[in-house]
């Protein structure tokens, strides 16, 4: 293998796949990326097992790409990635001689690094997909911000560490949970048959969000196996291991009762809240307290050893019966991140029930949250 | 000046056998050791005829019939102990509420207070007397001013003795003992004291304060005034809270199997569970010891999203870490379970409700795993009641009244419930039933 590349080029191919470096394993051509030069493209692959990343740049007159012998090697990601990291920004030369002893070269500069043989690296998942979504890049991204924060980051469960992803009537949900609240976002696409669902790693999903540019005109095919599922931006292949089991059946815990509805600006409400979990913020549950009497709505939380605090909010619209709950602040600051501004409606059925957050013009974003039962 | 009595049972449960049944035991050389078929196999405690052969504590069963092959050997039966153990505390008790019990066969008295029933030495020697004549127990007792001059008192002579050592003997009578026999300093400060050429009791008073702090901190400066006679400890007469409670079991075997290891888990936690509410406590962490038969020994806890004091909480988490961190196919010697960041039962704070009751399904049943976090309300007030009333059944017909099907499954790890033969000489919290803190027998 033999090529010239520009560093900044280099460094940015290397930082795209470098999530997908295995960290913790006793395998160690994982913690290594794979660096493939074909004619007239540079292919850079990590792959921890349970994440793959891929990219690939094609030559053109800016990167400087000049593929001389093509070949393939595998290079320790960390020391890699920092030669690369610290080098100018200039036309690097590297090459493998015997050994898989790597050199790279830039002006009078030369390393050294020992590399792995290509053929220990595992071959990523092979693609017959059973069903492919397109979904607009900006589209993904939210539906993954206002999921990815719920799922659990317990192994004890480890299904409620994935989202949950389920094609129905041409409909895809998004759910995840851990137990405690519940995130769940859907909506309608046309020319979509079939049914099927799947459980993606959740932190596998927040390391796609990052990727995701932030462009509504880019699509983003997402194709689904029995075990592995892939989504394609631009050059970059994005491959994650789907979770083993069957997820629970999360429609029976959606209240479709309301005993209370208020209606509160989702920026105001969060502030509040914020503010109150000051308070609480030493204590396991970061029990804040909501009463809403006569349509006054305050918020209010106390710590023995710390202080107390109370605000009343301004609603919008409220209806139902009076009610007085608790509840984990950092829990209701999560569901709130998920409607950025604008009027949200909360909805109570009682002290000991779970309540639901909502938009009010958006059916297809549904935050649920357990209260906190006060002794 | 205070005067502190240290009583000191001698041979205790060689003792205890022979007054409960003296014509097998008394005046023989017995010997209370384990079966060597479950690993138990060492010596205890010999009574002194036995020590006159030869025979000492830690010795195997084997090497103690080497040197003395008249030995009578007798299984431990700690009900008797505990029985025995109350009637002698409730003796000294009779004059001083001020009794600090140390093990299940020492205790220290406060008598300074107790004018009327004579002086120091007279009330020591009655109750040696009372001890031997009412309950067949021999005992040696220190007379001092503090705790620490007591206990020195108490081993210079045995058996059957009453010892006073007051502060201004100390110069002639215990600053002349080897460093080993001061009390508080094991076997290996010894020796590091003797490299620092403090060999006696004497040197370590008149030691260089600056030199024991650097190499043994606050409790080099501690040892130091104890030897010059100093000791302003209280006897203090209620124990503080346990910082955390356990059991664990050397298994007659070697164990791989995980299902015949989590029976063992459930009879262990069954035991933690019960001492812990006896205590009327609740902890917050579990922790699993795995002492494999390499004799290599893990450790691992969790600490759960709130105190807990149900006996299927601890089982549930004690088992996930089983499950986790066991070796697949490694054989298992020991198993321990032991809770602690101990406090009151029941949360100070709110409790979490759970989105899912029947997802977090029960720890008994296969494939059932630990609550996300607490949050059963329902369900747990329910065994909360179901183990309360167990509890009382336990306390009143026995240990074995009404437990899990399972718990039965495997009658070696059952012995955990046996508290005849099971027990060590510091665990205290069965000794103070008849005073009757935290006992739900009322």
Request: with cysteine; hydrophobic share 40%.
């Amino acid at each position: 293998m033999h090529f010239v590349i520009q560093q900044s080029t280099l460094l940015r191919l290397l930082q795209v796949v470098s999530k997908a470096v295995a960290v913790r394993t006793t395998k160690p051509v994982l913690t290594g990326i794979l660096l493939t030069a074909a004619e007239r493209q540079l292919t850079a692959t990590a792959y921890n097992l349970d994440l793959g990343i891929q990219d690939t740049v094609d030559a053109d007159d800016e990167n400087h790409l000049n593929v001389f012998a093509p070949g393939s090697i595998v290079l320790p990601a960390r020391y890699f990635t920092d030669v690369i990291r610290k080098l100018p920004n200039a036309d690097l030369t590297i090459s493998v001689s015997n050994n898989y002893i790597t050199n790279i070269e830039c002006g009078s500069i030369q390393f050294h690094l020992h590399g792995i043989d290509a053929a220990e690296f595992p071959t990523l998942p092979s693609f017959h997909p059973i069903s492919t979504v397109q979904f607009s890049s900006t589209t993904l991204r939210d539906f993954i911000q206002s999921t990815a924060f719920a799922v659990s980051t317990s192994e004890v469960r480890p299904l409620l560490t994935g989202i949950y992803v389920q094609l129905k009537d041409s409909h895809i949900t998004f759910t995840a949970t851990d137990g405690l609240r519940l995130a769940t976002r859907s909506a309608t696409f046309e020319n979509l048959d079939g049914s099927w669902s799947a459980v993606i790693p959740g932190k596998s999903m927040a390391d796609l969000a990052r990727t995701l540019p932030d462009d509504p005109s880019v699509t983003i095919p997402m194709q689904i196996t029995s075990s592995h599922c892939l989504f394609i931006i631009g050059k970059t292949q994005f491959y994650t291991r789907l979770l083993d089991g069957a997820y629970p059946d999360t429609s029976r815990i959606i209240p479709t009762t309301t005993r209370t509805s208020v209606t509160v600006d989702a920026k105001r409400f969060g502030d509040a809240i914020d503010r109150a979990a000051l308070i609480a913020r030493d204590r396991d549950s970061h029990m804040v307290k909501l009463d809403l009497r006569s349509g006054l709505l305050t918020l209010s939380s106390s710590s023995p050893e710390i202080g107390n605090v109370s605000e009343q909010l301004e609603v919008d619209a409220a209806t139902g019966d009076d009610i007085q709950i608790a509840f984990n602040a950092r829990y209701v600051l999560d569901a709130l991140s998920a409607f950025a501004s604008g009027p949200v409606d909360v909805r109570f059925n009682g002290s000991n029930q779970p309540f639901t957050l909502q938009r009010p013009d958006e059916e297809g974003a549904l935050q649920l949250i357990s209260p906190v039962l006060m002794r | 000046m205070r005067a502190v009595l240290h009583v000191d049972m001698n041979a205790f449960y060689c003792a205890c056998h022979a007054a409960a049944e003296p014509s097998r035991y008394a005046g023989r050389p017995t010997a209370v050791a384990g079966s060597p078929e479950t690993r138990h196999g060492v010596v205890v405690t010999a009574s002194y005829e036995a020590r006159a052969l030869g025979v000492r504590a830690t010795m195997t069963v084997a090497e103690a019939l080497r040197v003395a092959p008249q030995l009578t050997l007798i299984h431990p039966d700690f009900d008797l102990y505990r029985r025995i153990s109350r009637q002698v505390f409730d003796v000294v008790l009779s004059y001083t509420p001020q009794v600090e019990i140390f093990s299940i066969d020492e205790c220290w008295a406060d008598v300074s207070g107790s004018g009327q029933f004579g002086q120091p030495r007279a009330i020591a020697e009655e109750i040696q007397q009372r001890l031997l004549q009412e309950l067949g127990i021999p005992c040696s007792i220190g007379v001092s001013a503090n705790k620490f001059l007591a206990k020195m008192a108490s081993d210079l002579r045995k058996p059957l003795c009453v010892t006073e050592l007051w502060p201004d003997e100390i110069e002639e009578r215990l600053w002349p003992l080897p460093i080993e026999q001061m009390f508080g300093v094991g076997d290996k400060s010894a020796a590091r004291l003797r490299r620092l050429s403090i060999r006696t009791i004497g040197q370590l008073a008149h030691a260089d304060p600056a030199l024991l702090r650097r190499h043994f901190g606050v409790r080099g400066e501690r040892w130091r005034a104890l030897a010059a006679g100093l000791d302003d400890s209280p006897v203090v007469a209620h124990p503080a809270a346990p910082k955390s409670i356990g059991h664990s079991i050397t298994l007659s075997r070697d164990v791989a199997d995980l299902a015949a290891l989590e029976t063992v888990l459930l009879n262990l936690s069954d035991q933690v569970g019960r001492r812990l509410r006896r205590r009327g406590l609740a902890g917050r962490t579990v922790q699993l010891t795995i002492r494999y038969a390499s004799r290599r020994t893990v450790t691992r806890a969790r600490t759960l999203a709130e105190r807990t004091e149900l006996t299927e909480d601890i089982y549930a988490t004690a088992r996930a870490l089983l499950q986790e961190h066991l070796r697949p196919g490694a054989a298992v010697r020991l198993l321990g379970v032991a809770i602690g960041q101990l406090g009151e039962p029941g949360p100070s704070d709110g409790v979490q409700l759970s989105l899912f009751d029947t997802l977090e399904a029960s720890a008994f049943q296969p494939g059932g795993a630990v609550p996300p976090s607490g949050a059963r309300p329902v369900q747990v007030e329910k065994l909360r009641r179901l183990t309360d009333a167990t509890d009382r059944l336990r306390d009143k017909f026995g240990e074995d009244i009404v437990i899990r099907g399972r718990m039965l499954t495997d009658p070696e790890s059952g012995q955990v419930r046996n508290r005849r033969i099971r027990g060590t000489s510091l665990q205290k919290d069965w000794l103070q039933s008849s005073r009757g803190d935290g006992d739900r027998r009322g």
